[in-house]
Every structure is written in C-alpha cells, then in structure tokens.
C-alpha cells in the first residue's frame, strides 16, 4: 500500500487545544434529483442548516475516488482522515464490527455464508435460500454444541443476518493467509482453506473446523454447509488520539458505526438512534472531549428503501433537532455524509457529499443553502473526504504552522 | 514509476454488464478565445450539444497534470483510464503507431531524422532542410537495397513525412537500451548508439546499421546522414478488456488514434473522418461493444492551422450529427476532446478540456451550454482525464461497491 503521506503530515503538525470539534454525519445523506427533479436535500425544510450553510463554508466530499461507491467502512475511515485506498479493512473484521463482536489482536475474522451443497459436494446455493435469523442462530447453536476446537484456538460463531454469519479465532500466533473456501459460484465444490498457496497452521485448523461442520450439517435439508470469505485480523493502525492529539467520543446507535469508530480508538459514549437523541447526546459529549462523532443512521436508511419522501422527513428531523447541538456551542461543526444513497438508486452511490462546516474564519458566501447543487460553489469546494478532519483542525487552532 | 494504485482499484472493482459507452472524441476541442472574444465552442451554434450538457453533466478534464500540454499519446491515454504518467511510452513505439506499423512483441522502434553533416563529420542541419516526403521515399528505397540486415534481425525504414521517418528492428531477445544518436546541436557529430553505457548486443546492432546508412548516404548533396532517437519495445500493460471488463471497439480515421486504440487492445471496426460518418459508425458499433471509442480529427485540424472559423464550423458539422449517435441510445454517453488545441495558439496547449456526460443518475444544471466557461460549473467539477473513464462505468453499473 502506498505511504499515507498526507496523514502523516498532519499528525507531525497537530497540537493540542481545549477546541471542541463535532462531526455530525447524516449517512448516505447524498442524493440524486428524485420524481419532483430535486434531491431530498433541495425538498426538505431545514432553517438550521441553510443558516448554517450561509454563514459557514459547504463543499462536496469525494470519499474514496472519482466513481467510486464506498462501504460504510471505507466512508467513515475517510471522514476520520483515514485514507481508505491506505486503511484497508478486510471484510471479515467489517463483518465483526457490525454485530460489535469485541475483536481482539489475537483474532482472525471471516465473513460466514451458509450454503447448500448437492449429493456430490457441489454448491448449489450460495445463499442457501437466504433462511431466516432464527434459522441461522439454530445452525450455529448446533454447531457449537458439536464442534472440537483445535488445540489452543478458541472459535466463535455469531449470527450476522438470514444466510451470513461470523467466524472468529482466536489464539496465539495465528495468521490471515488462509484460502477463501466461497468458489463465487456453483455447480463446483467449496474451497479448501488449506489449498496449495495456503499452508500455514491457520488455514490448516480452518479446514478442520469446515470439515466437522459440513458433517455436523450434512443432514440439513437446506443450510448444509458454509463458505467462509475474507479471513482478516485487526489492522494495527495509529489511533484517532495518536494521530491528531483529539481526545474523541463517538455517539452511535447503530453496531457498524460504533465498530469503525473502534477501529480507530475512538471510545463510544452513547447509543441514540433518533435525530433528537443524536444532537443531545452529541451536545453532551462534546462537554466533555476535543472531538464528537455523531451518527444518524435513518437518511441512509430511507435511500436504501427507494423512499425520497421518507429520506425529505429525516433531514427535516435532523434540522429540526440541531439547535440542540448548537446550544452546546461547538467551536467547529461539521455536518456532511459518509456517502451518497440516492433514493433513485436505493444503494451507495459514488456521487460526492455535501458538507458544511461552521466555525470562527470562513469567508462566507455563494452556498447559500444545504444541498448537492448549492454546496458545489462553496468555499470548500470538491475534496477527498481525507482533508475534511485535518481542516477541521485548521479552523480549531489544531494545526500547527508547516516551515519557518 | 509510481504504482497505479486508482487504476487498480478500479480493475478490481470493475464488473461486466450489457450497458454501453460511447465516447466521442473531438480532438484538441478545448480553445482560448479567438480574434471576437469567444472560444469556439461558445462560438458555435451547437443545439444538440447544449441540450446534453443541460440534462447531463459536465466538468473539465486535465489530460496529464496542471500546465503540461499532452502529445496525441498521452491525450488519449488519459481518456482510457491510463494515467499518462505511469503508462509512458516511446517515441519510437507512438512513431511507428503514428505510421500504424504493425508492431510485435519482438520489435524495437526509433524516431529517424534525415540530417545533413558536413566533411568533418558534424551535424550541420538536424533536419536536412525539411526534405519532401518523396525525397524521404527514395532515400529510404536506397538504404533498403543496400542495407545488409546484422543477422538475425529484420529491418524496417518507414517514410513518416518530411525528414521524419520511423526504425523497426524485429528479433530475438533485442532490448532497447541503446544510445540516442541525435545530439540534439548542430556542430558536433552524431553520438555512437553503442557508446558507454550501452553495450547491449542491439546498441552494437544499431551502431551497424547507423555506419552502413552514412556510407549509403554518403554521396547524397543534403539528406546524408540519419538522426535516431526514442528506442522503445512495445509496452505490456493490461489491455482495456483486462482492466475494465469492458468489449471494446474504436472508430477512427487517422492512423495515430487508431494506433493509441490498439496500444490498449482495442480493435480498431471503422475508418471513418467525416462528423457524419463518425458518429453514425459510433451508432453501429455501440450496438455490438459495451464500449466505443469515437474519434473526430478536424476539431484538432483547424486549431493547428490558427483557424478559428474553420474550428467552429467542424463542431458544428458534429453537433449536426450527434442525432445519429443519439439514435442508438447509448447508456452514457461522454464528448470530450484528448487535449486543447487553440486556434490562436495552433498548437496543442495545457488548458483542461470540456466534457460532457449523459446518462441516467445525474443531478443536473449548472451547466446549460457546452463550453469551456460554463463547463466549470459543471456537475463533474475539474478531474483529471483518467478518472472520467471510471465515472462512466460507475454510470453505467459497471463498478462494485469498495469495502462493506
């Protein structure tokens, strides 16, 4: 991976101050122009914001790359300043993060699929009819109850949702080189995790624990077996403190959030759900710590369900909720996305974010509300999301000079 | 070189499906305001184009970096996702492609100059006094009668134009380190292609050839001697279809672009040179290919000869025909040009280029015309040209989703 120049800049200059930055993100707030030809943002009534926007600076973030639709993942590390090309995450420490698996630096985490396999062994399901939770929670109960652990590992299952689970090890010495049994497709059989190319003693103990579990499944009539994918251990990242001297919080109600904010060391001090909550509980946190990152979920959510109606009412909540957090009177304040998801498209999208940032030394001017097309002439202008933390910092006082 | 790491990504993300791209290329496009205060594009009367650029996207495009004006290679290059600065290649290879000689694997290509010498030896004039393109014929008849091939290698003289003309060297095993014979001054004489630091078994080929010419030539009252420079093997980069999963397809008129297209691996389908018969060959072969490459030569053609009028008049004769383009509904549809090419210059300039996009998930306005001045406003913002390519696959469903 190529070096994290720019991070590594702005950690040689970060000090220390008592100013208090909160990043309040909206998730999946961008939008594309919906049935009435405007974006959810442009059709919502939300005084607060448009204040703000007036007197603030607004801007587009890029979270990853030109075209390219980020995870929540790879979107938030990009909000924390985390290059998310350099802060790879693999998707089976993502998927632990999500159920809040409390992952340590001993484990290797994998993305579980349950499958069904024909009379031959081949896989005729990837997705073993997507059976239900309860279906998937009986499964792994059967097979806790059933597997040997091998000698000196500790194995976890844990249920994720419908068809996908969650496989941790954890023990001494492991490694994450360990083949991906998923073949991506059927009519062949699974994978095995010890295959030429994999031959360390990890990937030998995952093909033990694959091979007592497809007969501790085989008389399943539909889940009777698993793919695992993605086999990856915590990343040994500089934390959130180390590399910019914050002192940080995170406010999330929702697992994944809390899980990436973890990622970087940021503690989680509270688990509000609603917009209300949100800014409350924002307000609150920022007493007490240098930075706050507060997450509202339901934006996204309504972009995932095609519902610009829906998307339009969550962003007037969040506006209408807001002066809450500015009573508390943060010195800089962010509010923006960690990707778009346009109601149109019912998924992520690549399309930039709006942001605005209020705080004391802005020029103002020419992004007069809070939307896709209005922050586009703003004073930030189209960023990656990487720069937004460390200007942030510049508006606090954070940053110190770079040369006599 | 630095890595490739956008290009990567996106080969890693890039996903096969049934929608198509065209992009239509006007060459050198871009222009600085003519003798009337207006660019020609802002001249032009140009329905079709503003109505795109009105319901689209558009933005400016930097072919190579800020202020560095793109030969036709690197131009192009950049259009199809190929940062310029990392996939560099000779200017014995773009020579020969300029000439659509087909080179192979095993070949080595050098940029020739006829050059006069005088009795001492030393360079007197670096281009012979620009003989025409027949003398450069006959010279190259001569050296081809008398030449004996160092064994084992074939040799090709090709005319270019004027005193330009082009060495292929094809064999076994040849590398293209060898010495550039061209001095690059007048007053001394050429440089030994096998001099220090070049003491490969080509370099000593080289030498060979370059001795036995300047005695063919020797009794020659202007053309005496050749100049050679720019060795280069044919480079071994991820052909288009490899790196986006794209069928690709070019059209194009002009040697030069067809050869840019196959340097990529994109078969060449259609000669065509006309504004009409451009974009009614794009219509035909965007109906086989996911991905058309459309060239348009005359845009360029005229900002070379300083002819502002003539400029505005072949974007017109395009935006006349874009409705037979139109026709075959494209999914996303780009017009752009490789590079700049001011008539008040007549010459290729580092001024980003206009583009505009069509296509279904756009958030539209701030651009109503397709120019450079209001381009700036535009939807897709400035980018470099190597990410519009991954911005129409991201249009087009073509990208996956990065990190989870």
Known sequence: MYPDIYGQLITSLATANDKRIVLLVADGLGDCPGPA??????????????????????????????????????????????????????????????????????????????????????VADRRAGRIPDEENRRLLAKIKAALKAPAGLEVFFETEAEHRAVLVLRGEGLDDHIGETDPQKTGVPPLA??????????????????????????????????????????????????????????????????????????????????????CAEAAKASRDHTF????????????????????????????????????AKPDVLIVTGDHSTPSVMKSHSWHPVPVLMAGPFFRGGQAPRFDELSCRGGEIGAIPSRELLPLAMAHAGKLEKFGA
């Open 193 to 278: 995790a010890d295959r030429e190319g994999y031959a360390g003693r990890t990937a030998k103990m995952v093909a033990d624990i694959v091979e007592q579990v497809r007969r501790i499944l085989a008389d399943e009539p539909k889940a009777n077996m698993i793919l695992a994918r993605g086999f990856a251990k915590v990343p040994k990242w500089p934390t959130f403190a180390e590399r910019y001297k914050l002192d940080p919080a995170a406010v999330a109600g929702y697992p994944m959030y809390r899980g990436v904010a973890r990622l970087v060391g940021i503690p989680v001090v509270s688990r509000p759900t609603t917009a209300a909550d949100v």
């Open 37 to 122: 030809g405007v974006t959810a943002l442009q059709a919502a009534r939300k005084p607060n914001l448009d204040a703000l926007a007036g007197r603030g600076a607004c801007g587009l973030l890029t979270p990853v790359a030109t075209g390219v639709t980020p995870g929540s993942g790879p979107g938030h590390l990009g909000l924390f300043g985390y290059d998310p090309l350099v802060y790879q995450v693999g998707r089976g420490v993502l998927s632990a993060l999500g159920i809040e698996f409390p992952l340590t630096s001993r484990d290797v985490a994998a993305r579980l699929n349950f499958c069904t396999v024909d009379q031959a062994g081949n």
């Open 292 to 327: 706050v990152f507060a997450h509202f979920k339901y934006t996204d959510k309504m972009g995932e369900d095609g519902n610009h109606p829906g998307k339009v009412q969550r962003i007037e909540e969040l506006d209408a909720a807001l002066p809450a957090l500015l009573a």
